[in-house]
C-alpha cells in the first residue's frame, strides 16, 4: 500500500505561540471536572464530524490510555446505532454533534437532555470542552497538520 505525503501549510505553534498557548490554557481549563473517557469520546466525536485526521488519531490514543475499549472507538461514528453507551455519554454525544455543527443549531431538546445528565458546572465545562476541541480541528485542518507532523 503506497501512501500520499500531505503537505503541511504551516506548524500554526511556531507561527503564532501566543495563540498556540492560549488555545492550550483554554483546553487545561475546560477538561477540569470531566471523566476522562467521555472528555475523549466528545473530542473524538468532534474531530471525526470535522474530518481532523490529527486530532482523530490523538484522542483516540489518550482514549485507549483512559482505559476506552476498541469496540466502543471503532462504533463512535455511529453511536446513535450503537448500545455500547450510557444515556449520558449519548447526550454529551448528542451535544457535541449539535454544538459542532452549529449552522444548524442546538436544539433545546438535545440541550436539555445534556442538562438532565450534567449538573450545571460539568455541562459549562463540557461546553468548553466542545468548542476547545473545535478550534483545534479547525487549527489543524486548515493549516494541514497530519498524523505524524511535527
Known amino acids: 500500500m503506497t501512501t ?9 505553534g511556531s507561527v503564532a505561540p501566543k495563540v498556540f498557548k492560549a488555545v492550550l490554557a483554554l ?14 469520546l466528545v473530542q473524538i466525536r468532534a474531530s471525526q464530524i470535522n474530518r481532523c ?3 482523530i488519531e490523538y484522542h483516540t490514543g489518550d482514549a ?15 453511536w446513535e446505532d450503537s448500545s455500547l453507551y450510557t444515556a ?15 449552522p444548524d443549531g442546538v436544539p433545546d431538546a438535545v440541550y436539555d437532555e445534556a442538562a ?3 449538573a450545571e458546572q460539568e455541562l459549562a465545562q463540557l461546553i468548553a470542552v466542545i468548542f476547545t476541541v473545535n478550534a483545534w480541528n479547525r487549527m ?3 493549516t494541514r497538520k497530519t498524523p505524524g507532523a511535527a
Open 4 to 12: 500520499v505525503q500531505i503537505p503541511q501549510r504551516m506548524n500554526f
Open 27 to 40: 483546553d487545561a481549563a475546560a477538561r477540569q471536572g470531566l471523566d476522562p473517557v467521555l472528555l475523549e
Open 53 to 55: 485526521a490529527y486530532c
Open 64 to 78: 485507549r490510555k483512559a482505559g476506552e475499549s476498541e469496540d466502543r472507538i471503532h462504533q463512535l461514528s455511529g
Open 88 to 102: 449520558k455519554e449519548r447526550a454529551a454525544l448528542a451535544l457535541t454533534e449539535a454544538v459542532t455543527r452549529l
Open 116 to 118: 438532565q445528565h450534567f
Open 140 to 142: 489543524n485542518v486548515t
